[in-house]
T-cell receptor, first 116, second 111 residues
């Protein structure tokens, strides 16, 4: 029973390149959340998606960042023209329910993005 | 003892002792809380949760206490083991809203 899967686990990009981070939710989960974590800090919400819909992107920067969760395939967080400040760990979580009272989120192992 | 490190507060306990990790949450309307454990280089792992209509919930070696009056959440770990060394986060949410995570506490288990 696979948990949340993320790939790649480590990603190195030069300034100005694009970064694509993938997340496959737990089996049966159709709600995906992306978080960003800087070293020694907590997780900051970025975006919440259901299949083919962005539900809440209030935590995502307006420029260069985008996310999708297509009908088939993993959710993708895309960062265009990366800058050094984008270096962080990006975690994906999935849940069974829809931000209800007890929609426990289960996390993937994260993608650690390093921008040179 | 407990001390504030450069970024994360750190709690150091002797192996075999009980640990108590505290969290002050911000929203009095929050109705669901989760404790996560994050080991170095890994994603947060669900430990235990509690709804706002409860003040205590027990799991295997862990107990979560909720005091809504002072907006305080605590995680108690019995007979702390070396494998318990990690950063522990509390997360709160209100119905229909997103989770808000606390800054985390690093638990260091001394031999």
């Amino acid at each position: 029973n696979a948990g949340v899967m993320q790939n790649p686990r480590h990603l190195v990009r030069r300034r100005g390149q694009e970064a694509r981070l993938r997340c496959s939710p737990m089996k049966g989960h159709s709600h995906v959340y992306w978080y960003r974590q800087l070293p020694e800090e907590g997780l900051k919400f970025m975006v919440y998606l259901q299949k083919e819909n962005i539900i809440d992107e209030s935590g995502m920067p307006k420029e260069r960042f985008s996310a999708e969760f297509p009908k088939e395939g993993p959710s993708i967080l895309r960062i265009q023209q990366v800058v050094r400040g984008d270096s962080a760990a990006y975690f994906c979580a999935s849940s069974l329910a829809s931000r209800g009272v007890t929609d426990t989120q289960y996390f993937g192992p994260g993608t650690r993005l390093t921008v040179l | 003892g407990e001390s504030v490190g450069l970024h994360l507060p750190t709690l150091s306990v002797q192996e075999g002792d009980n640990s108590i990790i505290n969290c002050a949450y911000s929203n009095s309307a929050s109705d669901y809380f989760i404790w996560y454990k994050q080991e170095s280089g890994k994603g947060p792992q669900f430990i235990i949760d509690i709804r706002s209509n409860m003040d205590k919930r027990q799991g295997q070696r862990v107990t979560v206490l909720l005091n809504k009056t002072v907006k305080h959440l605590s995680l108690q770990i019995a007979a702390t083991q070396p494998g318990d060394s990690a950063v522990y986060f509390c997360a709160e949410k209100n119905y229909g809203q997103n989770f808000v995570f606390g800054p985390g506490t690093r638990l260091s288990v001394l031999p």
